[in-house]
Nanobody, 126 residues
Framework: QVQLVESGGGLVQPGGSLRLSCAAS????????IGWFRQAPGKEREGVSC????????DYADSVKGRFTISRDNAKNTVYLQMNSLKPEDTAVYYC???????????????????WGQGTQVTVSS
């Protein structure tokens, strides 16, 4: 089955850390840039971070710069999002998707994205 599967979400206290994984099955991530997105209840979807396919270039939303780190392990066909110093406003469902690397990766039309994961819930609360 061709799909992206996110994992690693959960409940964490403010200031805590989580590492999300985005694993591909049925296809290789080698040639895809991957983006992480999040959507909180009542809010628009937000592009959080992106990593290019070939040279590992990265991009981050201003709201997560210095706290989140995106990485990829092509041997494991997986992209990670390390989230540190979590805040209550980071609470959302986090999704990964294949994207086209470039300055507009977060605002591309969904028709340009080949694959989406089902999402993983991240809740930051004391």
């Amino acid at each position: 089955q061709v799909q992206l599967v996110e994992s690693g979400g959960g409940l964490v206290q403010p200031g805590g850390s989580l590492r999300l994984s985005c694993a591909a099955s049925g296809f290789s991530l080698d040639y895809y840039a991957i983006g992480w997105f999040r959507q909180a209840p009542g809010k628009e979807r937000e592009g959080v971070s992106c990593i290019s396919s070939s040279d590992g270039m990265t991009d981050y939303a201003d709201s997560v710069k210095g706290r989140f780190t995106i990485s990829r392990d092509n041997a494991k066909n997986t992209v990670y999002l390390q989230m540190n110093s979590l805040k209550p406003e980071d609470t959302a469902v986090y999704y990964c998707a294949t994207v086209i690397w470039g300055p507009s990766w977060a605002s591309e039309h969904d028709s340009l994205r080949d694959y989406w994961g089902q999402g993983t819930q991240v809740t930051v609360s004391s």
